[in-house]
């Protein structure tokens, strides 16, 4: 099994995912996927860090300092195509998560130097767009992205159907170079529907010191240190996954890999 992948705990509650900086052997990003149940309440505290708690599936109640957020989800599935909830906390901040429904969340952590105020960042405020064409068409939402407060965390949920390509043509994001590039280290958590479909996703560098392709199951998720990482969706399954991104400066700038380049042309 590739070391770039993370299977998931096969669980009904709790820690199903956990990648630290030491376990992915880099700097930045730190995340989590729990399973909760009705009533179970999951505690956080964000320490000298930034992190955004992203729920995937359910209801709950967000409580972070003397604020709450009471009876906020709005999907059953991530497949339901509505936007996301999801709540951003800033360093040294201490809450908690109160399951009303089953649950499933991300919890995204990367480093902070600004202390910053606990907000909720509503469906309402957040939108799908389409890119790509044909068998390269897919649903991108961009969650804390551009120019939203943050010091280091971008995230965003990507929907693909069966049968098409997503992170594609493959690009890269593993130097600062300026305008023309920019270093992020990068997490995909994979959803698929139905749930005992797979995708494939392989993670490359130009040099090929990095060349692994994986199959990937439900729950699974994929460390990205460098190189390229596009993604392929078998017909008949749908496929999520949620990016959580960090590196020395907040900004996406990537490269397409230039043997591939050409597909834009079409």
């Not at 594609?168 to 994001?173: D, F, T, V, W």
Request: hydrophobic share 30%; net charge negative.
């Amino acid at each position: 099994m590739s070391y770039l992948l993370s299977k998931h705990k096969r669980k009904s509650t709790g820690c199903i995912q956990k990648i630290t900086k030491e376990s992915a052997g880099w700097s930045y990003v730190e995340f989590e996927v729990y399973r909760l149940e009705p009533k179970q309440i999951l505690r956080f505290d964000s320490k000298s860090q930034e992190l955004c708690v992203v729920l995937i599936s359910g209801n709950v109640n967000f409580f972070c300092e003397d604020e709450s957020w009471n009876d906020v989800g709005e999907r059953v599935s991530p497949f339901d195509k509505i936007p996301p909830i999801s709540l951003f906390v800033g360093q040294e901040q201490e809450g908690s998560i109160e399951a009303l429904t089953k649950v499933e969340v991300a919890i995204c952590r990367a480093p902070a130097t600004t202390k910053r105020k606990a907000r909720l960042i509503s469906s309402e405020e957040l939108k799908y767009t389409t890119r790509g064409t044909g068998t390269n068409k897919r649903s991108i939402c961009n969650i804390l992205f551009g120019d939203d407060d943050a010091d280091s965390l971008l995230i965003v949920e990507v929907l693909t159907p069966g049968g098409s390509w997503s992170s594609y043509p493959p690009h890269k994001h593993d130097t600062n170079n300026g305008e023309f590039e920019s270093a992020l280290e990068e997490v995909y958590y994979h959803r698929l529907n139905p749930e005992q479909g797979f995708v494939f996703q392989r993670v490359y560098t130009d040099s090929r010191d990095i060349d692994e392709t994986m199959c990937v199951h439900n729950r699974d998720a994929v460390i990205v240190p460098k190189g390229y990482h596009p993604v392929g969706v078998p017909h008949g399954y749908e496929s999520y996954y949620l990016n959580v991104m960090a590196g020395p400066e907040r900004r996406w700038v990537f490269n397409n890999d230039p043997d591939h380049e050409w597909i834009l042309k079409e």
